[in-house]
């Protein structure tokens, strides 16, 4: 099923991929609240230009917001959607590994590896995403050190922490 089974393609009605997310439950995916209107998400694809055997679609019968997320703030606080997956009715959800959601403040510890993946944007200009899935190592850094850091860039109009100092 591949090194991160439970990463997840969420694709508009015409099966093109705007967003990624994470399965947190056999039938539901946590993604980002400013994900646009998605109609299906796809498990176990790591191109996202190739069906396999290991990759499994579902059909989208919900979603939900944060309820604090401002969707006309550019602040990214509550970014998060839950989105339900369904099937057409035959009662089919995921037998994938999903993802843990970690229930202690204490973990990660600040300097600790980490490791972040997706189809994210490689050109900015074109607003084109990659379809292999990328994955990469980074250090932990806490929310308060993050915000002081100078080491900003910008995409679109959400600013983002390339390092700090």
Not at 21 to 43: F, K, N, Q, Y
Request: overall charge positive; charged content about 20%.
């Amino acid at each position: 099923m591949g090194r991160y089974p439970y990463l997840a393609s969420l694709r508009t009605v015409d099966s093109f991929h705007k967003c990624g997310g994470a399965l947190v439950a056999r039938d539901v995916v946590l993604t980002a609240a400013h994900c646009p209107e998605i109609s299906s998400v796809v498990l176990g694809q790591h191109d996202r230009r190739i069906s396999t055997a290991a990759s499994e679609r579902f059909e989208v019968t919900d979603t939900v917001a944060h309820p604090r997320y401002d969707f006309s703030s550019q602040d990214m606080s509550y970014d998060l959607k839950l989105v339900k997956l369904g099937d057409g009715g035959t009662s089919r959800i995921s037998k994938r590994e999903f993802l843990r959601l970690n229930k202690w403040g204490t973990v990660p510890v600040p300097g600790e590896a980490l490791t972040v993946m997706g189809w994210g944007v490689v050109s900015v200009l074109k607003k084109e995403t990659s379809p292999i899935l990328k994955a990469t190592m980074t250090n932990y850094v806490p929310n308060d050190i993050c915000a002081q850091s100078k080491g900003t860039f910008t995409i679109g109009d959400f600013n983002y922490v390339s390092s700090y100092t």
